[in-house]
């Protein structure tokens, strides 16, 4: 008897000796037992943020055209369904249970970790389903994640910023080296970081990729009403603002843009399905907005680059109240580098702490920010440091909970449709 969903990632999460074991030797061999060669064009996008927006916008934007969309993107928020998509629906339990077990059947002596099981499984379901096109979002770096076993037709890579450390390097030089594993000889490259490392770029030349970077091959330009991209000699016109709040969601739409034209001749795309899929396009945990009065929104940012981004978003809103930030950040990011720049923004920090393994203790934080003079109060959990903003927040301000996609997560899980709880 198979197991059902649940059953499967719990085994899933202890049978590998590491949680992360970078490398496309061992899910190699087990996508070559399971005898699978996707058939349809595959669009891989990497970076440090931003890559869910992009996924999301492409997702979108070829489904409003018409084609048949496997999207596959990490982590989850709630349900692991999130990450498995087809057709612009969550793939049902069933459908990720017989895609987990023929994984398994092809697997034999060789260990997955987590992500790698579900990453074939996504494939396998992606081909067996018949999509028209894969949108594969990278786990972490690029050259040796187990996305990248699959070659792309076009890759993307946004923002390079410092994160995941640990596995990827300590600058960004050395990290924009694994994003750019991504790209492909001869195959559309786009770069959507506005001032990306020298080493991404000269790695692009090095292979031959067709480089197409975000302010010279292709730029956004900005009306009073709506915007235009210009890719090349083509030209994009009168675009919709995107759903998704934030000014860097333009940039993220741009490089999407980018990439379905880079696809044009196998993909075509009309400029409706364009628009209408800038207008629809949504992604959980993106400043997403979870109630008014006080203003209440989302942000999974746990890096500085993100941190800059919602720091620019915060100040953008024109509330005259107070702006309260419920925080809580795993312990292996920089929680440093995400606090600086939201000095002078936040009024008051409502500090929690994270469980398991990674998470970071709120008495970790308190002493962060005792040491820099910043106003906060500290909570045992996100729930109770949440609930304490709601309380304390008066109609005219501002909570934003951020800081990791645990923090996000766990306030959606007090009630998704109402985060008040």
């Known amino acids: 008897m198979s197991l059902s969903l649940p059953e499967w990632l719990a085994s899933?999460?202890?049978?590998?000796?590491?949680?992360?074991?970078?490398?496309?030797?061992?899910?190699?061999?087990?996508?070559?037992?399971?005898?699978?060669?996707?058939?349809?064009?595959?669009i891989s996008v990497g970076g440090t943020n931003g890559k869910g927006s992009v996924c999301a916008y492409l997702e979108a934007m070829l489904s409003e055209a018409g084609y048949r969309v496997g999207r596959y993107t990490s982590p989850h928020l709630l349900r692991f369904n999130e990450r498995?998509?087809?057709?612009?629906?969550?793939?049902?339990?069933?459908?990720?249970?017989?895609?987990?077990?023929?994984?398994?059947?092809?697997?034999?002596?060789?260990?997955?970790?987590?992500?790698?099981?579900?990453?074939?499984?996504?494939?396998w379901l992606f081909q067996r389903q018949g999509v028209d096109v894969a949108v594969l979002e990278v786990g972490l770096g690029g050259r040796l994640d187990a996305?990248?076993?699959?070659?792309?037709?076009?890759?993307?890579?946004?923002?390079?910023?410092?994160?995941?450390?640990?596995?990827?390097?300590?600058?960004?030089?050395?990290?924009?080296?694994?994003?750019?594993?991504?790209?492909?000889?001869?195959?559309?490259?786009?770069?959507?970081?506005?001032?990306?490392?020298?080493?991404?770029?000269?790695?692009?030349?090095?292979?031959?990729?067709?480089?197409?970077?975000?302010?010279?091959?292709?730029?956004?330009?900005?009306g009073a009403d709506d915007w235009l991209c210009r890719v090349e000699d083509r030209v994009y016109p009168a675009l919709p603002r995107p759903r998704m709040p934030g000014e860097h969601q333009f940039d993220n739409a741009a490089a999407a843009i980018a990439a379905l034209d880079a696809m044009r001749l196998s993909l075509p795309m009309?400029?409706?399905?364009?628009?209408?899929?800038?207008?629809?396009?949504?992604?959980?945990?993106?400043?997403?907005?979870?109630?008014?009065?006080?203003?209440?929104?989302?942000?999974?940012?746990?890096?500085?680059?993100?941190?800059?981004?919602?720091?620019?978003?915060?100040?953008?809103?024109?509330?005259?109240?107070?702006?309260?930030?419920?925080?809580?950040?795993?312990?292996?990011?920089?929680?440093?580098?995400v606090i600086e720049p939201l000095v002078g923004v936040v009024d008051h920090w409502f500090l929690a702490g994270l469980g398991g393994d990674r998470g970071r203790p709120v008495a970790a934080l308190a002493e962060l920010f005792a040491a820099r003079g910043l106003a906060h109060s500290s909570w045992p959990d996100v729930a109770s440091a949440w609930r304490a903003a709601c309380r304390e927040a008066g109609p005219a301000d501002t909570i934003a909970a951020f800081g990791s996609f645990h923090t996000v997560a766990e306030v959606l899980a007090l009630t998704p449709d109402n985060p008040d709880g």
Request: charged share 25%; glycine share 8%; proline share 6%.
């Open 147 to 222: 996305v990248n076993l699959f070659d792309a037709d076009c890759a993307v890579v946004t923002p390079v910023d410092l994160d995941h450390m640990a596995f990827l390097g300590d600058s960004r030089e050395a990290i924009g080296y694994e994003k750019a594993g991504i790209f492909r000889p001869g195959r559309d490259a786009i770069c959507a970081d506005p001032e990306p490392p020298a080493s991404l770029l000269h790695h692009a030349r090095h292979i031959g990729a067709r480089l197409l970077r975000f302010g010279h091959e292709f730029r956004i330009e900005r």
């Open 12 to 42: 899933l999460e202890v049978r590998h000796p590491k949680v992360i074991e970078l490398g496309l030797d061992r899910v190699g061999r087990v996508w070559a037992r399971l005898g699978a060669k996707p058939a349809f064009p595959v």
């Open 84 to 123: 498995i998509r087809l057709a612009g629906r969550e793939a049902d339990d069933a459908m990720i249970v017989a895609a987990l077990d023929a994984v398994e059947a092809a697997r034999g002596e060789v260990s997955l970790t987590y992500f790698e099981h579900t990453t074939l499984a996504a494939m």
């Open 270 to 337: 009309p400029m409706a399905a364009i628009r209408a899929g800038l207008a629809r396009a949504g992604m959980p945990g993106r400043f997403q907005v979870v109630g008014v009065a006080p203003l209440r929104v989302l942000d999974v940012g746990h890096n500085p680059h993100a941190a800059r981004a919602l720091a620019a978003s915060l100040m953008a809103i024109s509330a005259p109240g107070r702006r309260l930030a419920v925080f809580a950040m795993l312990i292996d990011k920089d929680a440093v580098g």
